[in-house]
T-cell receptor
């Protein structure tokens, strides 16, 4: 099946710095990608829809200035956590595709802010 | 509002026992329902989708619109079925955007 790759898989950063997470569709083009956040032992919460060539659509309660999304090509979306704080520590997952075949998920990125 | 509810956080059964992971949804339109599975240290992957009415790894799920349910069933659980299972809803015509249930951890004991 289709492959979605995230990088990095794990990152530790200092409080106040910014972190960029990449999501790539390796063998298909994705005009739309999705970013989720998963807290320990909890469900995935949709953060935003990344749209190629246009602005991302954020879910209610998600700060767009905090979580910057760029989808500059048909195979790459990036999520930048700006001025990260410990409460931003989480597992971030992207997905792409999702027609009748269901979505394809990246392996996730574990962000730890110290 | 769209919502997916999985009432059980943990389901523990012995190998060979039947399994039913419950999923109820709330959506006024015609939803598309999926079951995703996450094995230990692996990414989330699609297990079943209601439109295909297929059986994967012995699992089946039937969409019951009257009860707004999409329970996942397997007659004889195997140890390798131990994983986290998520029920998810996609609004019709909406590519890829999924609403997930809270997830159920299935633990199959030997």
């Amino acid at each position: 099946g289709a492959v979605v790759s995230q990088h990095p898989s794990r990152v530790i950063c200092k409080s106040g710095t910014s972190v960029k997470i990449e999501c790539r569709s390796l063998d298909f083009q994705a005009t739309t990608m999705f970013w989720y956040r998963q807290f320990p032992k909890q469900s995935l919460m949709l953060m935003a829809t990344s749209n190629e060539g246009s602005k991302a659509t954020y879910e209610q309660g998600v700060e767009k200035d905090k979580f910057l999304i760029n989808h500059a090509s048909l195979t790459l979306s990036t999520l930048t956590v700006t001025s990260a704080h410990p409460e931003d520590s989480s597992f971030y997952i992207c997905s792409a595709g999702g027609g009748v075949g269901g979505a394809f998920f990246g392996q996730g990125t574990r962000l730890t802010v110290v | 509002a769209q919502r997916v509810t999985q009432p059980e956080k943990l389901l523990s059964v012995f190998k060979g026992a039947p399994v039913e992971l419950k999923c109820n949804y709330s959506y006024s339109g015609s939803p598309e329902l999926f079951w995703y599975v996450q094995y230990s240290r692996q990414r989330l992957q699609l297990l079943l989708r209601h439109i295909s009415r297929e059986s994967i790894k012995g699992f089946t799920a039937d969409l019951n619109k009257g009860e707004t349910s999409f329970h996942l069933k397997k007659p004889f659980a195997q140890e390798e079925d131990s994983a986290m299972y998520y029920c998810a809803l996609k609004r019709s015509g909406n590519t890829g955007k999924l609403i997930f249930g809270q997830g159920t951890t299935l633990q199959v004991k030997p």
